[in-house]
Structures are given as structure tokens and as C-alpha cells.
């Protein structure tokens, strides 16, 4: 039923700015901590940042002072917000909801970021 729809991936230069949005829809629910993760080619998915229901938030090494990741609850949604962007930061990037209630997590579809001159 519940479905996270994302946007705001794709072409870069480095140096850029991005702005993923993911808000859930298909139903009404609560989340806890909400998460972004990415995954680039032959590479293992990993977390990119979270933010939980207090808006306490943690970040991963590599994008510590570039990234920042916000939350509005009343729209059920989750952003990242990235700037000073690398080719490194090419992946593709997945939002993940965990649902307070039932505590499973809802996945994005993944959208595309490409950071290249």
C-alpha cells in the first residue's frame, strides 16, 4: 500500500547542489527514523544520513558538512539537501521510512545522482 516517491536526482557538476525529496503516500501512518542510503556501481549500499523523530540527525564520514538531511512530518516526508557535490557522490539514492507502528521499513525507488564534469 504505503509507496515513498522520490525526486530531485540527477545530472551535476561538481561542485553542485541537489535536492532529494521522498513523501510517502498510499496511506495514513506514522514514521520514526527516516533514512537515506546509496548505492554506487559495484559498491555496497550505504547509509548516507538519518534523521529521527526529534530531528536528531547523523551523518556518514564522507558527507559530514555537505549534506544535510531534513524532515517534515505532517507531509510524511524526508529531503537531502547536497551541496559541494564529488564525483564520488554518484549513486543511486534510496529513502528509507521506518514505520513507528509496525516498525518495517518502507523503501524509495531509488533515484539517480550523477556528479560529472
Known amino acids: 500500500q504505503v509507496q515513498l516517491v522520490e525526486s530531485g536526482g540527477g545530472l551535476v557538476q561538481p561542485g553542485g547542489s541537489l535536492r532529494l525529496s521522498c513523501a510517502a503516500s498510499?496511506?495514513?501512518?506514522?514514521?520514526?527514523?527516516m533514512r537515506w542510503y546509496r548505492q554506487a556501481p559495484g559498491k555496497e549500499r550505504e547509509l548516507v544520513a538519518a534523521?529521527?523523530?526529534?530531528?536528531?540527525?547523523n551523518y556518514a564520514d564522507s558527507v559530514k558538512g555537505r549534506f544535510t538531511i531534513s524532515r517534515d512530518n505532517a507531509k510524511n516526508a524526508v529531503y537531502l539537501e547536497m551541496n559541494s557535490l564529488k564525483p564520488e557522490d554518484t549513486a543511486v539514492y534510496y529513502c528509507?521510512?521506518?514505520?513507528?507502528?509496525?516498525?518495517?521499513?518502507?523503501w524509495g525507488q531509488g533515484t539517480q545522482v550523477t556528479v560529472s564534469s
Open positions: 528509507n521510512a521506518l514505520s513507528e507502528v509496525t516498525n518495517y521499513g518502507y
Open positions: 498510499g496511506g495514513i501512518f506514522r514514521f520514526n527514523t
Open positions: 534523521i529521527s523523530t526529534r530531528f536528531i540527525t
